[in-house]
């Protein structure tokens, strides 16, 4: 009987150390890739006559198609129920609330650098409070508060002291970067309300995790297939990719990274729980950041660096003073990481 309670033998060790890195490993190199690729296509020109690829929407069609094969894929193969579970209304809400959340981000590309990008979507918690405390009737504690205001604090230094002018492809100056803001307001807004939507799903109707997905990409392949005709830039897209077939090859890519980085997120939450996919996802975001400024050269000054030192500290803070839950729940995995936890990534 004694044998029974007895720690965890040291095979049993190394299979969950071997499963921490393939967690790791896979959530790293498919978001990173994924954020790479999102400034590749938005901020870098194509062939001899250096076009830029300009459809947004045509990037969130492509990745929500491919998101929505794969999960109604995965309802097939473990034999779930393809019907609804809540109003199809509910799913579309929350489509439209993540078309807009993909679209801002996307747009934001071409007027702020990934770096300026990346750390602003730390600040995402404090939209998530606002909607959590309005839609939810959640209440948060004095840490949660201020934890969000270093967050901020370090996001708008890292704004406001740049390097340097970050020279957009689309226009120049003051307004540029006024314009990459709001659209990046716009874009932890929406994010926000999605995930506090879905966490209400989740609490509402007894729902599987690929049942949102299938429903609420299916919505947007709809939804930005129907904005891509009504705006006239299906057929321009589509011609811009049969003319350029790397920028076809990293939008095929950006698709796949998208779609398997929800495998790997499912994964980790399921093994290691909320806490440690925090973590992670934190981690992925310092790294990315990194690897733009070397990639794309984008120079950060000293205010920057303080900037990020003050965000990141906060976040890492944060995750190692929180107590580990045994097992997340699908409303602590939304609240715990990139926008894209539990749902398909932006």
């Known amino acids: 009987m004694a044998e029974s309670t007895s720690p965890a033998t040291g095979d049993q060790k190394e299979s969950k150390l071997w499963k921490g890195v393939f967690a790791v ?7 990173v890739t994924y954020g790479v690729l999102q400034e590749k296509i938005m901020r870098i020109p194509y062939g001899v006559n250096k076009e830029f690829f300009k459809y947004s929407l045509f990037l969130v069609f492509c990745n929500r198609i491919t998101t929505s094969a794969v999960s109604a894929g995965a309802l097939l193969a473990s034999k779930k129920a393809l019907a609804p579970v809540a109003p199809v209304y509910k799913y579309c809400l929350v489509s439209v609330s993540n078309i807009l959340t993909t679209t801002c981000q996307y747009e934001a590309l071409k007027y702020v650098s990934f770096p300026v990008q990346t750390l602003a979507k730390c600040a995402k918690m404090i939209p998530v409070m606002v909607w959590g405390t309005i839609i939810m009737q959640k209440r948060y504690r004095g840490r949660d508060y201020l934890v969000a205001f270093f967050v901020t604090l370090g996001c708008s230094i890292f ?4 390097a340097g002018p970050d020279l957009s492809p689309y226009s120049r100056g003051r307004e540029n970067t006024v314009w990459g803001v709001s659209l990046m307001i716009g874009y932890l807004g929406f994010d926000g309300f999605t995930s506090t939507f879905q966490d209400k799903l ?7 995790i690929h049942n949102q997905i299938f429903y609420t990409t299916l919505c947007s392949c709809v939804l930005s297939l129907t904005g891509l005709i009504l705006q006239g830039h299906l057929l321009s897209a589509v011609d811009f990719v049969y003319r350029h077939n790397d920028c076809f090859f ?3 890519l950006l698709s796949t990274v998208a779609t398997a980085s929800q495998f790997f997120i499912s994964y980790t939450i ?3 729980g909320a806490l440690t996919f925090a973590t ?3 981690t992925r975001q310092l790294v ?3 690897l733009s400024c070397v990639w794309f050269s984008h120079p950060l000054s000293w205010e920057q660096w303080i900037g990020a030192v003050v965000v990141f500290g906060s976040l890492y803070a944060k995750s190692f003073l929180r107590k580990a839950p045994e097992k997340a729940s699908p409303s602590e ?6 926008s894209n936890n539990v749902k398909q990534i932006p």
């Open 288 to 290: 990315s950041i990194m």
């Open 270 to 272: 399921r093994t290691f």
């Open 250 to 252: 990293d939008i095929a």
């Open 202 to 208: 989740f609490k509402g109707y007894d729902m599987e």
């Open 159 to 162: 704004i406001l002291y740049p």
């Open 333 to 338: 995995v939304t609240e715990s990481g990139d």
């Open 280 to 282: 992670i996802m934190t």
């Open 25 to 31: 490993t896979g959530i790293m190199v498919t978001l």
